[in-house]
C-alpha cells in the first residue's frame, strides 16, 4: 500500500501534469504559497463555486448574493479586530535561521504523540486479531492513557497561553517539551513575537498623500458592511442571508501542503442573519446543511468529521469545523461559526451607522446575530483531488489513473473522439460536437489510438467518452463510455443530450 506521503506527491504532480495546477510565476522560479490554476483546474474550481452558490443562493429564497471590493476602508479591520488581533505566534531557530508557527511546533509535537497512540493500536490489533476491542484497548491501556494525558496537558497549556497572548509560555512550552527545529536539530530559539497576517498597500498618488489599505484577509467584512444596502434594497426579513465568494489574502508564516495553505486564496462565505436568541437553532441547522452539501458530492461520509471548538474566539457562542480527511490527516475545509452581533455592533460603533433590523413582529430594532458559513475553494479542490485521484490496474494488466471527480464538478462532461480521421468520421463528430458544446464543456480530439485517448480523458477525469465510427454513419448511433465502470454502450445520438444530463446536472 501506497504512504500518503507519496500518494500527495502523486497528485500534485498529476496536478501539474494534467494542467489543475501551476506554481505562480514559474519561469521565475515560483513565488512561495501562491498558484495559478491551469486550463483544466479553472473549469473544476468554476464548477466548485458554481454548486455551492447554486445551492446557497438559488436554492434559499432567503440568502442573496453580493460581489464586494477586495481593498475596503482601513477602519473596517480596526472595527473587525484583524488589525489588533490577526496574529500568529513566530518563533525563529538561531541555527538555520528558520521560521515557524510556535503553535504549530506543538501541535506538531502532539501529532506525534497522537501517531504513538496509533502505533500501539495497531499492534495491539496485530496481537489480538479478532476479539481486538478497540474502545476498550483505548480507555485501559496504561501506555495510551498516558499518551493522552501528555496530549490533554500539552493542549491544556497551548491554548491557555494563546488565548492569554502569553508569548514567554509558548516559549516555555516549546523548552519544556524539548522540541527541536527539524532543519538544524537545535533547541536554539528566539523569543516568540507577534506577527500580522495582513498584507498592506498603499493608495494614493504621493507618499504624503497615501493612505495605508489592507488586502482583505476574509471576504465575510465587505457583507457586514453591506447588511443595510441589501436589507434595506432587497427589503430581506429576518432571518436571510448573504453570501460571496471572493479572494482573500494572508501572510502565512508557514505555507506548505500545496494549495491547502495560500498568501493568496478563494472564500466562499454566507452570512445568515437572524433574531437574537434564535443562533444556536441556526447554528444546527447550518452545520447539518453544510454536511448535507458536502456529502451531496458522493464522498464517504468517513472522510469527514466536525471538530467542535472548546477554545471560542471573544466574538463567537458557538463553533464547529468540518474538517477532511487530507492525505496528511483530518484537516479543517469550512468553519461554520455563531458570531453573535460581534461584527455588526462593531461596525456600528466605528461608523456611527445604525446597523439594525426593525422588527415589526416585536415591534422593536435591534442588531442581528450571525452564523457564519465560510469554506476555501482552494481546500475544496484540494479535497477533491485527494479524493477523485484512483490508480487502477485493469484485467489486461495495464494500470490507468483515473480522476473520479464527481461528473457535476468534472472540468469536461463529454469528449467526443472519431474512431479514424478519415471517411467522414471527424464531419460526423464535430456536428456532434457542436451540438453537445451548447449545454456542456466538450472535449474534441481525433489523435492517437482510442485507447490512450480514453486514458488521457481518465487523467483528466470526463465522466463520459462518445465515440464516433462507421455505424454511425449509417444508423446515428455512437459508443458512449462510462469513466468509473468502462463500459461501453451503443446509444442514438439524439439520445446524448438526455443520458449526459442525467448524470451531471446539479441535483440537491
Ligand atoms: N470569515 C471567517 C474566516 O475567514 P477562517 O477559518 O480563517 O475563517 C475560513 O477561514 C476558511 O478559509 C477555512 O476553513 C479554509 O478553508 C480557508 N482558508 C483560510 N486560510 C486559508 C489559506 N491560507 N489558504 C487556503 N485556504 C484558507
Known sequence: MINQEDFFKKITAHAKEYGFVFQSSEIYDGLSAVYDYGQNGVE????????????????????????????????TWKASGHVDAFNDPLIDNKDSKKRYRADVLVEDHIAKIEDKINKEIDKAAKRFGDAFDKAQFVSTNPRVLEYKKQIEEIGHR??????QNDLEGIKKLIEDLGIVCPISGSRNWTEVRQFNLMFSTQMGSTVEGASEL???????QGIFVNYLNVQKTGRMKLPFG????????????????????????????????????EELNWYEYWKETRMRWHLSLGIPASKYRFHDHEKLAHYANAASDIEFEFPFGFKELEGIHSRTDFDLAAHSKHSGKKLQYFDPELN?????????TSIGLDRMFLALLSFA?????????????????????????????????????????????????QDFMCYYEEKD???????????????FCVTVDHQTLEDNTVTIRDRDTMQQERINVDELQHV?????KIKM
Not at 489592507?214 to 465575510?220: D, G, H, V, Y
Not at 501542503?257 to 442573519?273: A, D, N, P
Not at 471517411?423 to 463528430?429: I, M, R
Open 44 to 75: 473544476l474550481k468554476n464548477n466548485i463555486r458554481n454548486y455551492w452558490w447554486k445551492s446557497m443562493v438559488q436554492f434559499h429564497e432567503n440568502i442573496v448574493g453580493i460581489d464586494t471590493a477586495i481593498f475596503m476602508h482601513p477602519t
Open 158 to 163: 497551548l491554548y491557555r497561553s494563546m488565548e
Open 214 to 220: 489592507f488586502l482583505r484577509p476574509e471576504t465575510a
Open 242 to 277: 448573504i453570501a460571496q465568494t471572493g479572494k482573500a489574502f494572508r501572510n502565512e508564516i508557514v505555507a506548505r501542503q500545496f494549495i491547502f495553505r495560500m498568501r493568496e486564496f478563494e472564500q466562499m462565505e454566507m452570512q445568515f442573519f437572524m433574531r437574537p436568541g
Open 364 to 372: 422593536e430594532s435591534y442588531i442581528p446575530y450571525v452564523i457564519e
Open 389 to 437: 485521484y484512483n490508480e487502477e490496474k485493469l484485467e489486461d494488466g495495464t494500470e490507468r489513473v483515473v480522476m473520479k471527480f464527481p461528473p457535476t464538478l468534472a472540468p469536461y462532461k463529454v469528449a467526443i473522439l472519431p474512431l479514424m480521421k478519415k471517411d467522414g468520421l471527424p464531419e460526423k463528430a464535430r456536428e456532434i460536437m457542436s451540438d453537445l458544446k
Open 449 to 463: 489510438a482510442i485507447g490512450k485517448r480514453y486514458r488521457r480523458q481518465d487523467a483528466i477525469g470526463t465522466p
Open 500 to 504: 449526459i444530463t442525467e448524470k451531471v
